[in-house]
């Protein structure tokens, strides 16, 4: 994933940087740095980022949906969120 695809991302999900870095278990100066190109995500990360991607595609309000999780409940319910968006319902 590269820098303008993070940012990109980032956006559409209606993430600050540090909401992001919190779900990503970084710090949000990382994020800015991912962002800008100086760094990139590890391979896991950059799973995570593509996952958060699915969910956005699979479901458009998730990201406001994690955000207020975040607030509200922790990183832990925010992540479910999004990660459930991304695999679908299994029933």
Do not use: Y
């Amino acid at each position: 994933m590269v820098s303008r695809d993070i940012a990109a991302l980032r956006r559409a999900l209606g993430f600050s940087q540090t909401q992001l870095a919190q779900l990503l278990g970084v710090h949000p100066l990382t994020i800015s740095k991912w962002e800008r190109g100086v760094l990139c995500p590890s391979d896991h990360q950059a799973a995570l980022l593509k996952s958060f991607a699915k969910a956005r595609r699979a479901n458009r309000q998730v990201g406001s949906e994690a955000a207020d999780a975040l607030v509200a409940a922790g990183v832990i319910v925010a992540l479910f969120l999004l990660l459930r968006a991304a695999v679908g319902d299994a029933d």
